[in-house]
């Protein structure tokens, strides 16, 4: 008996499957995002605040600096730990849906796309909310403390620098979480994936 060539679905479904997946699953969607913002939101009050002026000897800004800076990166490597778990529970979920998907024909490479689709839309979205939370938070401290003097031109281009690391920080860190499950997901047989329970 011949084989059929496997066909290759369009990206356009991917993605459409991947938003689908997205709302189904909006709480846990939610909450990997929410780890997201929280790094981002750290890690971007940090930046912020070094856009401004600062008091002290320059020995004890350097020290404090650094020491936030070591905060920050602690920070995303919490929030990596977390959007791994979250995403590995995701296809836990989903073994069933993969299982049927195999079975129908779907290539591993399309089940790869579908979770790099849906980690690219969190980090970028969930990476641009915490951008702006702790960029704001920073910013209207420095607003009451200073006053409008404090937001000069290098404040500004600095901003936007600052807005461009910080969501690619954010995508990169995400995405790179996403590989372990995502292969996981797509190396799952489709036989053993329909029999498991939840």
């Not at 084989?3 to 709480?27: E, G, Y």
């Not at 008091?55 to 020491?67: P, S």
């Not at 990166?73 to 299982?99: D, H, P, Q, W, Y």
């Amino acid at each position: 008996m011949k084989v059929q060539k496997q066909i290759q679905l369009p990206f356009s479904k991917a993605w459409q499957i991947s938003i689908k997946s997205i709302k189904i699953r909006l709480a846990r969607s939610m909450i990997t995002a929410a780890g997201i913002v929280l790094g981002i939101a750290f890690y971007s009050s940090v930046r912020t605040a070094g856009l401004f002026p600062t008091t002290g000897t320059d020995a004890e800004a350097i020290a404090a600096a650094h020491r936030q800076q070591w905060l920050a990166i602690m920070a995303l490597l919490v929030c990596f730990v977390g959007i791994m778990n979250s995403m590995l529970m995701s296809v836990t979920e989903r073994f069933k849906e993969i299982g049927t998907m195999k079975c129908l024909g779907a290539l591993d490479s399309f089940v790869v796309k579908l979770f790099f689709i849906e980690a690219t839309l969190m980090g970028v979205l969930a990476s641009f909310a915490g951008w702006f939370l702790g960029w704001f938070i920073i910013a209207i401290i420095h607003l009451f403390g200073d006053g409008m003097k404090a937001f000069g031109g290098a404040f500004w281009a600095g901003t936007l620098s600052q807005m461009i690391q910080s969501m690619a920080i954010g995508t990169i860190i995400t995405l790179v979480a996403a590989i372990p499950p995502a292969f996981r997901a797509a190396k799952m047989h489709p036989a053993v994936a329909l029999r498991s329970e939840i």
